[in-house]
């Protein structure tokens, strides 16, 4: 009876060690699914090492972000050049053989799309959580598998692996409902202060206002976009002999142009932009305090200029604002400086 238990045992041991020397990276079940399904974890997680680094891609069937990200972000040249340099790697997350890995490379995951990046000695380099529509910030994060030197380097060639994932990626088609969750509308909402005054009349002097905004956005490209919008604005001056206030109050539809002169990575995943936006707004006065009514122009228009600084979806701008239109018969004209914070919705 001992001796059969011995032998038993043995042979468990045996299949153990064959399956762990069996294993190198995870594999595919076919191109169509691609899903990791080589990977038990009864003696451990096998190190993911390669003679490229390798990119590990948490997602599942359900994932209309992570559908978009594979059918939009990975078929753009920039992104499938990278990749193509790369170990690609599939994991569902509904697969409970893929739970190991994210213990093992990702105790951060909170849900798919989820990238981990991994160098050649199986080591993590860094994590991309989400699906971005600006491509700079998957290039942005791929390019930390090669480091400075990487121009230098002689290219590998393409994997089979990650061949068979970029021809499946080329071939998805995305319903209506996935278009519609991967638009590029952005809607974005600001409030702030406004230093304003009536420039060349006897309010000169600047008076403290404030201002509310909310606005949408077509992104054209990962630098241009056109924003319009609907803002209420607290303006006026002061009179700078007796210090006498004018209050007046505009409802605005101002339209810019705006585009991102550049990014500074300040910090792990976290990124700052510089962007710039010029336009024109028209504005309806709905009420003045502290002047003749009878004796205002009730409309304006002008020319406006912003400096943005975005971190994620937040953003500090510095803005300034000219009105074209004389205010009274004096020709003074709305100017005002404009400090605000808002947030922005993708």
Avoid at 101 to 128: F, S, V, W
Avoid at 302 to 326: E, H, I
Avoid at 330 to 338: E, F, L, M, P, T
Wanted: glycine share 10%.
């Amino acid at each position: 009876m001992r001796g059969g238990v011995f032998v038993a045992a043995i042979l468990l041991a045996s299949v153990c060690v064959a399956e762990v020397s069996g294993r190198n990276t995870a594999v595919c079940k076919s191109a169509a699914e691609c899903f990791v399904t080589d990977t038990s974890t009864v003696c451990g997680v096998p190190p993911l090492t390669s003679d490229r680094p390798v990119l590990i891609v948490f997602t599942a069937s359900w994932c209309a972000p992570c559908l978009m990200m594979m059918s939009d972000l990975f078929n753009r040249p920039e992104i499938s050049a990278l990749l193509e340099r790369l170990d690609l790697v599939l994991l569902d997350v509904d697969d409970p053989a893929s739970q190991p890995y994210r213990d093992e490379y990702c105790p951060e995951y909170a849900g798919p799309p989820h990238m981990i990046l991994l160098d050649r000695d199986g080591n993590r380099i860094d994590a991309l959580a989400g699906y971005h529509k600006d491509s700079r910030v998957t290039t942005d994060f791929l390019e930390k598998a090669f480091g400075e030197s990487s121009a230098s380097e002689e290219p590998v060639a393409v994997s089979d692996m990650t061949r068979r994932y970029l021809e499946w990626f080329a071939t998805m088609k995305p319903t209506f409902m996935d278009r519609l969750s991967m638009s590029r509308w952005m809607l974005g909402f600001e409030a702030g202060a406004a230093f304003s005054q009536i420039a060349a009349s006897e309010y000169g002097g600047f008076r403290t206002g404030f201002y509310v905004a909310a606005s949408t956005g077509y992104i054209f490209s990962d630098r241009w976009s056109l924003n319009g919008g609907l803002s209420f604005n607290s303006l006026g001056g002061r009179n700078g002999i007796d210090d006498t206030v004018i209050r007046s109050y505009y409802m605005s539809l101002p339209v810019d142009v705006q585009y991102d002169l550049g990014r500074v990575w300040i910090a792990s995943g976290i990124a700052l932009d510089f962007l710039v936006s010029a336009g024109v707004y028209g504005s309806v006065m709905t009420g003045l305090e502290g002047a003749c009514a009878a004796c205002w122009n009730r409309w304006d228009a002008g020319v406006r200029a912003r400096l943005v600084f975005r971190v994620g979806s937040f953003d500090l701008s510095l803005g300034y604002m000219r009105g074209l239109v004389p205010t009274n018969s004096a020709g003074g004209y709305n100017q005002s400086i404009c400090i605000g914070l808002g947030i922005n919705l993708y």
